[in-house]
T-cell receptor, first 111, second 112 residues
């Protein structure tokens, strides 16, 4: 039981490049989330999903897209990366209870 | 929308002293208030939570209090130890809702 797994762990992009972050969970959780963490700003919700095939916007969705084609996977895409998207990205999931289970994070730098 | 404010942003205490972190929330419909601890380079992990039908909850050296009228809740750590050094996040969510909104975090330093 691996819990919540994020790939990659580190990535450096040039401005304008695209990439996809993958989140996978093996706990059969319905709800999945993408947060970004920036110094002094805590964890801000980008997008979330309440089940397979569903997605919704969070607090800071601009510049990101997501997909939940399979229940266990939640993908976060950056179509045209900008330096303002330099951050640590965390995926999280939960069942119907409120406790969030986090992945280990992805450190993304956009030059 | 829902907003959670957290204070202080940084807290330094001597080993053995107590530490208190305070949060306020804006949405009166919020009814679940978790606290997460994030050690350096690690993922956030739940350490304690409280629901709106309870005023206080304790787990060994940590406790959380909730004042629904004032819409604020606090984390209390007693007899602090160096391993308590970390970033602590408060959060709030609504029953039946899907989003958990976090405060900006408090970096706690416990000096040996």
């Amino acid at each position: 039981n691996a819990g919540v797994t994020q790939t990659p762990k580190f990535r450096v992009l040039k401005t304008g490049q695209s990439m996809t972050l993958l989140c996978a969970q093996d706990m059969n959780h319905e709800y999945m989330y993408w947060y970004r963490q920036d110094p002094g700003m805590g964890l801000r919700l980008i997008h979330y999903s309440v089940g397979e095939g569903t997605t919704a916007k969070g607090e800071v969705p601009d510049g990101y897209n997501v997909s939940r084609l399979k229940k266990q996977n939640f993908l976060l895409g950056l179509e045209s990366a900008a330096p303002s998207q330099t951050s640590v990205y965390f995926c999280a999931s939960r069942l119907t209870g409120e406790k969030l289970f986090f992945g280990s994070g992805t450190q993304l730098s956009v030059l | 929308g829902e907003n959670v404010e957290q204070h202080p942003s940084t807290l330094s205490v001597q080993e053995g002293d107590s530490a208190v972190i305070k949060c306020t929330y804006s949405d009166s419909a919020s009814n679940y208030f978790p606290w997460y601890k994030q050690e350096l380079g690690k993922r956030p992990q739940l350490i304690i939570d409280i629901r709106s039908n309870v005023g206080e909850k304790k787990d060994q050296r940590i406790a959380v209090t909730l004042n629904k009228t004032a819409k604020h809740f606090s984390l209390h750590i007693t007899e602090t130890q160096p391993e308590d050094s970390a970033v602590y996040f408060c959060a709030a969510s609504k029953g039946g809702g899907f989003k958990t909104i976090f405060g900006a975090g408090t970096r706690l330093f416990v000096k040996a």
